[in-house]
């Protein structure tokens, strides 16, 4: 039975990455970090699955720890790492800087730790499209430039040339995934797409009645999570290690994913959204799409879930999560304060 590592496996694609691995008869070893509330929500239904049966491990560690790293190889002996830790939210890079580098900067510590390791163990790094900055023409692909717009994105490039360095200096079989945004009932509350969901959810029910949003004329590549993690795992099982980039060809604004969300409730965007500065970021990635067609040649990696039917499910997750809510706030088990959130 093969046995994988996940760092990040409490995080959206770490929830779609252990559920396909476990599936796949692997079994799976995931790191979490301590916090004074328990973080495992989207994972708890694997661990109810998986956990007795050992096929699911759950270990402390974080990426700022190089020892946690090295101790978690020798007990756990994987033949595959995906890395997906990060500090991963652009905006809040700008006001936790020098943390958000410093996470991505920790993927050395993991290669360091697997290069020492006896085992031939396989790694992947969770490299983004943040790395390239926009795009000005066309679609970004493998030869685009790198121009990093964020401390999360430097960090990336980081992460990124460090994992080719380790490859083509100790012939490690490390490659790098350039993922394009990729969503999902799962994605953090905080990122546009879900905020958004969350929104028309509690606008629906009656429980929220706006929603603040930053830029509204960003564009971006929006794919299905659950697909992007399918090509993570092909890209280890590939006979030799490199880069690819994971991306839908196809980009839409802000605007475009409020009009079709709201459409589908029969509600008009205009009326329920606010802007403030608030949301903005100091310096902006305004557009970005991706030339996945490497993956598609060498992986047969294509997306399967459509624009329209992505933002589709994360509506109707999101109604029906808003419903629950709605039952526990009559009952005086929960408070209704998100719109002061800082989201
Ligand atoms: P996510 O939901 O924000 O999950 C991030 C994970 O990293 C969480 O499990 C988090 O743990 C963990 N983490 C954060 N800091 C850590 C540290 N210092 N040590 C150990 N673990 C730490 O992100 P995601 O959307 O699943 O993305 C997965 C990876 O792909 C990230 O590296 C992200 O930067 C990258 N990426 C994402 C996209 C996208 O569109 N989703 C696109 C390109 C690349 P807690 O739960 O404890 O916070
Ligand atoms: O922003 C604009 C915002 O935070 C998308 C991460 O997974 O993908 C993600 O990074 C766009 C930006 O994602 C709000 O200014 C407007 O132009 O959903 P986001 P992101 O910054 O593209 C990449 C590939 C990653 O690697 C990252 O880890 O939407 N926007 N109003 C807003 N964004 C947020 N979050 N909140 C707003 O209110």
Redesign the pocket.
């Known amino acids: 039975m093969p046995k994988a590592l996940i760092t990040g496996i409490t995080g959206q694609d770490g929830y779609y990455l252990s559920k396909l691995l476990l599936k796949k008869g692997y079994e799976v070893y995931g790191t979490i970090r301590r916090s004074s509330t328990i973080n495992t929500a989207r994972i708890d239904p694997l661990i109810s699955e998986y956990e007795k049966e050992g096929k699911l491990n759950l270990i402390y560690s974080n990426l700022l720890d190089p020892s946690s790293l090295t101790n978690i190889l020798n007990t756990t002996q994987p033949d595959e790492v995906y890395n997906l830790a ?1 500090q ?4 809040v890079s700008f006001e936790n800087p020098v943390y958000a580098t410093e996470t991505s900067f920790g993927s050395l510590g993991l290669l360091e730790a697997i290069r020492n390791s006896d085992k031939q163990i396989k790694f992947y790094q969770a490299s ?3 790395m390239f900055g926009g795009v000005t023409d066309g679609m970004l692909d493998l030869n685009s430039d790198f121009d990093p717009k964020s401390p ?1 994105a430097a960090g990336k490039v980081f992460a990124h040339n460090i994992t080719k360095i380790y490859r083509e200096s100790y012939n490690m079989f490390a490659v790098n995934g350039i ?3 990729h969503e999902s009932p799962h994605r953090g509350e ?4 879900r ?1 958004i969901t969350r929104a028309i959810g509690r606008i629906v029910n009656g429980i929220q009645s706006k929603v603040t ?4 004329e ?1 564009t ?1 590549d929006w794919g299905f999570a659950g697909d992007y993690v399918e090509g993570m795992y092909l890209m280890l099982q590939h006979d030799k290690p490199d880069d690819w980039i994971l991306a839908t060809g196809e980009s839409h604004s ?1 605007k475009d994913f409020l009009k079709l969300a709201f459409g589908f409730v029969n509600l008009n965007w205009e009326d329920y959204v606010e802007t403030s500065e608030k ?1 903005y ?1 100091p310096n ?2 305004h557009d970005l799409i991706g030339d996945a067609s490497k993956a598609k040649k060498e992986l047969n990696w294509s997306p399967e879930v459509s624009f329209d039917e992505l933002v589709k499910m994360m509506v109707d997750y999101d109604l029906n999560l808003a419903k629950q809510e709605k039952v526990l706030i009559k009952e005086n088990l929960l408070q209704p304060t998100w719109e002061n959130y800082i ?1």
């Open positions: 990060a991963s939210h652009v905006k983004s499209s943040e999360y993922l394009f945004n905080t990122f546009v797409t905020k949003l930053g830029n509204l960003a971006r802000i949301y970021r902006e990635v989201l």
